[in-house]
């Protein structure tokens, strides 16, 4: 038995000592709990905190602190049987490291770890209330100081080819995935856009991309779209690579139309379907609709989306216009490629506005225009 198990009993036994007969079951039912919390739970419970920062702190170091919030947040960290598992994934495929070098993650290691141990708090704290000790510091489950840091910004310019007017303004920087997969490449060449032919075979029977694409013997020799049309069909495609592992035969092969059917309804998905939710009203703009609202000449003949105002479930759970920004910025991070990010950017609805009066849409937008 060890030494915190005999304290912990002995001062458990000396309240059941005190306490009156018919207390005494409760009493000692009490003492079996917490003798089992003190003496096993917590410690085990710090035991596994320094594995898992020991393995966090190795990570970080043979590779990046990125990475090691990668791994962290995906389980990876836990003991040796998941480092085991993570190793075999890092020999089956390669490591995006610039992906990860630019990455703006949402959370990081001491966020996490305070989380656990104040939900471990307030689970525990019931039983020790009981006993007579206040926290579960004393037990050495020490926490470390949440690093609160301001989220961060891009900063975008953008020139109104109009007026001649240049702007600069700070927007929310997109949170990047925590996902291993998304920074892992397979070994070897498997992406569907080797061949641009008949990835555009594949993409030509959704979206109209078909009226831009003119193929010679099955060769496509020219694509031409219009207004912002290649913004979507490089979406589009990158939306097929994303998609692709899931269709992989065991020879290595693919069906390219199966590939294209599920990256239409995931694109849709995460862009339309997401701001639908998001927005009422939320409909692609007529010709009607467009003469009576301030846009440019070139965005006349683009399609367009409106909406009302944000849902009462988005309000809900985004009341503040800082909450708003943040969600669509933990949304864009999610998307695969900077291709989906913009295409959803030019899918939001043109005359929604925060409480202040900023054009979210224009906000958006910001990330993707430079100024000559």
Request: hydrophobic residues 35%; without cysteine; glycine residues 8%.
């Amino acid at each position: 038995m060890s030494a915190l198990r005999g304290i912990a009993t002995g001062f458990l036994q000396a309240k059941i000592r005190n306490t009156e007969a018919n207390d005494a079951l409760k009493a000692n039912t009490l003492m079996r709990v917490g003798e089992t919390l003190i003496g096993e739970t917590i410690p085990n419970a710090v035991a596994a905190e320094k594995v898992r920062r020991t393995n966090y702190d190795m990570l970080s170091s043979e590779f990046t602190p990125n990475f090691a919030e990668v791994a962290d947040k995906s389980g990876f960290t836990l003991n040796e049987d998941t480092m085991d598992v993570l190793r075999k994934k890092l020999e089956e495929g390669n490591l995006d490291k610039e992906a990860l070098k630019n990455a703006n993650f949402e959370t990081d290691f001491n966020t996490r770890y305070n989380a656990r141990v104040k939900t471990d708090e307030e689970k525990y704290a019931p039983i020790l209330k009981q006993l007579g000790i206040d926290g579960i510091g004393a037990m050495g489950y020490n926490t470390v100081e949440a690093i609160v840091k301001p989220p961060a910004m891009d900063t975008v310019t953008t020139k109104d080819q109009m007026t001649d007017t240049v702007t600069t303004q700070e927007v929310p920087k997109p949170f990047s995935s925590m996902q291993l997969k998304d920074y892992l490449t397979p070994v070897g060449d498997t992406t569907v856009l080797g061949n641009p032919n008949l990835v555009a075979g594949a993409a030509a029977s959704y979206r109209g991309f078909d009226q831009s694409m003119n193929f010679v013997d099955g060769k496509l020799v020219s694509l031409k779209f219009g207004g912002n049309k290649d913004i979507e069909y490089n979406a589009f495609t990158s939306t097929m690579n994303d998609v692709a592992p899931m269709f992989e035969r065991d020879d290595g092969k693919v069906n390219l139309q199966q590939i294209a059917q599920a990256a239409d309804e995931r694109l849709t998905a995460q862009t339309q379907g997401t701001i639908n939710k998001m927005v009422s009203g939320y409909n692609v703009l007529s010709a009607k609709d467009k003469s009576g609202m301030d846009l440019s000449a070139i965005e006349k003949t683009q399609q367009l989306y409106g909406g009302g105002d944000f849902s009462e479930s988005f309000n809900a759970q985004n009341p503040s216009d800082s909450d708003k920004l943040t969600f669509i910025a933990q949304h864009m991070g999610s998307l695969g490629t900077t291709a989906e990010q913009h295409y959803f950017a030019l899918s939001f609805p043109v005359n929604v506005t925060l409480s202040d009066g900023r054009n979210i849409r224009k906000l958006l937008l910001r990330r993707f225009t430079f100024s000559n």
